[in-house]
């Protein structure tokens, strides 16, 4: 699973809560470029990526994930922007979430994928 998330401390929350489900943390990137450079060349089956990334957008990110097929969620505190409506079918969770929304919010994107059962990640 990758993470793209620009706050450390939030980024490790996230990854502590995957690892405990049992997931294998690819990041997290907290930059746009690691973030390309990872979705590009590593193998997962699906991604978190923060909206807002040190004042960009992640978009980029999502569009490569589309592209090799890979399911992805979004995370954001502050909404999308009007950039952003080419996504408007990705699930999106509101900052602060509880890690059973983030667990749900990526089986959910899994299954999108392919048929597997709700406690796999």
Do not use: W
């Not at 999308?80 to 080419?86: K, T, V």
């Amino acid at each position: 699973m990758l993470i793209v998330e620009d706050e450390m401390i939030v980024a490790m929350n996230i990854e502590d809560t995957l690892m405990d489900l049992g997931a294998i943390v690819i990041g997290p990137a907290m930059r746009l470029d690691t973030a390309l450079e990872l979705a590009g060349r590593e193998e997962f089956d699906v991604a978190m990526l923060d909206v807002n990334i040190h004042g960009g957008r992640s978009y980029p990110v999502a569009t490569l994930l589309r592209s090799r097929g890979i399911p992805f969620i979004f995370a954001t505190g502050y909404g999308h922007a009007s950039d952003g409506e080419d996504f408007s079918d990705v699930a999106t969770l509101a900052k602060p979430f509880r890690a059973a929304d983030l667990e749900a919010a990526l089986c959910n994107a899994l299954q999108s994928r392919r048929n597997v059962p709700r406690k796999s990640l």
